[in-house]
């Protein structure tokens, strides 16, 4: 079992909403600063969203005001609660730990088209 | 925010031989604490990217030997000893000393000649 999985994407409309989660196994994910990275089709990484183990959060300018991180440590899973989606939000979305970005999930593609 | 810069961005290599990739910073990276939080990472083909090498020179677990990080300051440099088949992908650097937000290089593809 791969220690961190994604789930939640799909095809959205421009202006629509979605949420992605991140389920975490074998390691104490209580402990740990998590976070969101993407990669639009054929590009590079992009940093979005770190939350540390105290719950503070931080924020790519693209990004904010629209999407907001969260984790539930009692279910293990990190969030992402997308709002306002635009056509440059098109990425595959990867979890990763801590800000260093120690360990990546195997990412899930959001599309945002009409 | 500090930008980072990779050179260069695509690099073909001959199997066996060794390759080097740079990357500079805006900025110095030298964070309060003394550490250096520059690392870099490889993403193969169809997969998720992997860290190696994290604070300049500290290589993760299961990391070949081949892989070396240097540098200090503003200048990094990831190193290949004898490039193989596997080390085929886009290598990318970043840094966390100055953050948010956490920045990526542009990435350097890696292609066997």
């Known amino acids: 079992e791969a220690p961190l999985l994604e789930s939640g994407g799909g095809l959205v409309q421009p202006g629509g909403s979605l949420t992605l989660s991140c389920a975490a196994s074998?390691?104490?994910?209580?402990?740990?600063?998590m976070t969101w990275v993407r990669q639009a089709p054929g590009k590079g990484l992009e940093w979005v969203s770190t939350?540390?183990?105290?719950?503070?959060?931080d924020y790519a300018d693209s990004v904010k005001g629209r999407f907001t991180i969260s984790r539930d440590n009692s279910k293990n899973t990190l969030y992402l609660q997308m709002n306002s989606l635009r056509a440059e939000d098109t990425a595959t979305y990867y979890c990763?730990?801590?800000?260093?970005?120690?360990?990546w999930g195997q990412g899930t593609l959001v599309t945002v088209s009409s | 925010d500090v930008v980072m810069t990779q050179s260069p961005l695509s690099l073909p290599v001959t199997l066996g031989q060794p390759a080097s990739i740079s990357c500079r910073s805006s900025q110095s990276l030298v964070y309060s604490d003394g550490n250096t939080y520059l690392s870099w990472f490889l993403q193969r083909p169809g997969q998720s990217p992997r860290r190696l090498i994290y604070k300049v020179s500290d290589r993760d677990s299961g990391v070949p030997d081949r892989f070396s990080g240097s540098g200090s300051g503003t200048d990094f440099t990831l190193k290949i000893s004898r490039v193989e088949a596997e080390d085929v992908g886009i290598y990318y650097c970043?840094?966390?000393?100055?953050?948010?937000?956490?920045?990526f290089g542009q990435g350097t593809r890696l292609e066997i000649k």
């Open positions: 939350i540390g183990d105290n719950f503070i959060a």
């Open positions: 970043m840094q966390g000393s100055y953050w948010p937000p956490i920045t």
């Open positions: 990763a730990t801590q800000a260093g970005l120690d360990f």
């Open positions: 074998r390691f104490m994910f209580s402990n740990y600063a």
